[in-house]
């Protein structure tokens, strides 16, 4: 991993997701330390961020390390025109590792092209995320105890939730079985369920929430957005079916946690925050680990 | 009055490409570049075919292609066959494949891909070649045979 840009979830092998998972379980355990002493990790936010930005910057901080860049392109010379290419050449000047969100899809691929510095993709339009598949890993893991054999239920949109396609394809190394609950018009793509059926995978795909979700492992929430939908009476009739409430949780395991990539808005009832089984503030908090985790082996200092 | 028939003349060195579906010639000229030669070129088209409906032909003298490059037709005229002529004779036929790798040619048809917003030449991993589909290097989202646009 050392010096190798992480663009995508398949970048990496099982063997190093699982590398990456328990380097995080001993940052967890002494997430202050000086590794990073006198390393700069340049931090370009092409868009705004909140979450995944002050993450990062509290795993490097933690470290020691420095982290200089922008949080939106007003501060920047973007506004004057500047080429990405000629802003990631110029930053790889100034700092040991980029980490970048960029609007537009492959731009970190692209970017990780043009510079000697490795490049961390925080999120690249609606395509790619690994970070954040990364701590969905590990929380999974964490709360499992493992991450084979288990059924995962994702709720919402399946459709264009990068979050849940770069999950599925990172737990399909792990012979998962799939629960997928969503409205007709925001169905997991065919690709995705032609790729499950080649890796001789289970799945079920649902409408409601029904007496299933007791199988669960895990229940992995979405955002439905209402501008994903062409018709607004649609959305109206659909929103409120994809809510989770804490009446729905009684008939779930013991050990079954609900986890969502964040931000949410109506989707989880606030009531459920309290439930044992809301896991997602939490899991926001192995997002630390898991960044320190992937700077410290990607600059092999670990 | 007599029908007045166009012959096309029979080329003494150089390369027929036959069976170019008839709305696929100019993209088919535009990747190989012909615009760009000064050698002899005719071009026949929306000329009748059983296979194809409406076919395209053309006819280049002195030009012979590398597999790797006439292969890059593949991606619009999958059934397009190429006769190699040497003094008159066809000396050789070869139909086209569709490469593993496609570098250039096509652009990405997503519009919030970065190659369709910076100069960067695109690449593409053909994810199948019977009915083409290309995987954006950059994007990773697919551009299927209906969406090639040729840049």
């Known amino acids: 991993m050392k010096g190798k840009s992480l663009v995508s979830i398949n970048d990496y092998t099982k063997e190093e997701y699982i590398k990456i998972l328990d380097l995080a379980e001993i940052f967890e355990n002494k997430p202050v330390q000086n590794l990073l002493q006198g390393k700069v990790i340049a931090s370009l936010f092409f868009e705004p961020s909140t979450r995944t930005r002050l993450s990062f910057d509290s795993a490097v901080n933690k470290l020691g390390g420095k982290v200089i860049g922008f949080s939106d392109t007003h501060s920047s010379s973007i506004t004057k025109g500047e080429t990405l290419y000629d802003t990631i050449r110029i930053v790889s000047n100034y700092c040991d590792l980029i980490v970048m969100r960029h609007p537009l899809e492959g731009s970190a691929r692209y970017a990780s092209e043009i510079t000697s510095v490795p490049v961390i993709n925080a999120g690249d339009g609606a395509n790619q995320h690994p970070t954040q598949t990364l701590l969905d890993l590990y929380s999974i893991r964490k709360t499992q105890g493992t991450l084979d054999n288990l059924n995962i239920f994702m709720v919402g949109d399946l459709k264009y939730g990068r979050t849940v396609h770069s999950l599925l394809m990172a737990m399909s190394k792990f012979d998962t079985t799939f629960n997928f609950i969503s409205p007709d018009e925001l169905k997991l793509p065919e690709g995705y369920k032609l790729f499950l059926e080649n890796q001789g995978l289970k799945y079920y795909e649902h409408k409601d929430f029904t007496d299933i979700i007791s199988k669960a492992d895990i229940i992995y929430m979405t955002r439905v957005q209402k501008e994903r939908f062409s018709d607004p009476i649609e959305y109206e009739r659909t929103k409120n079916a994809y809510v989770l409430k804490n009446e729905f949780l009684a008939s779930t395991k013991e050990n079954m946690r609900v986890l969502h990539p964040l931000p949410r808005v109506n989707e989880i009832e606030k009531e459920v925050d309290l439930n044992p089984k809301a896991y997602y503030f939490t899991q926001a908090l192995n997002g630390v680990f898991i960044r320190q985790a992937i700077i410290t082996s990607i600059l092999g200092l670990i | ?151």
Do not use: R
């Not at chain 2, 590398?66 to 292969?71: A, E």
């Not at chain 2, 050789?92 to 891909?113: A, H, L, R, S, W």
């Open chain 2, 1 to 151: 009055m007599k029908d007045k028939i166009l012959e096309v003349s029979a080329i003494k060195n150089g390369t027929v490409i036959d069976h170019i579906p008839a709305n696929s010639l100019f993209k088919v000229i535009s990747i190989l570049g012909l615009d760009k030669i000064c050698n002899k070129i005719t071009f026949g088209t929306n000329l009748e075919s059983q296979k194809l409906g409406q076919k395209a032909i053309i006819k280049l003298s002195d030009v012979f292609f590398l597999d790797k490059d006439i292969n890059k037709i593949a991606l619009v005229a999958p059934q397009a066959k190429l006769n190699i002529i040497k003094n008159y004779k066809v000396t050789e036929k070869k139909i086209v494949e569709v490469p593993d790798e496609i570098i250039g040619i096509v652009k990405c048809m997503n519009p919030q891909c970065i190659t369709n917003e910076e100069k960067i030449i695109t690449k593409y991993q053909v994810v199948s070649k019977k009915d083409v589909k290309l995987k954006c290097y950059y994007c990773e989202k697919i551009t299927d045979q209906d969406n090639i646009v040729i840049i």
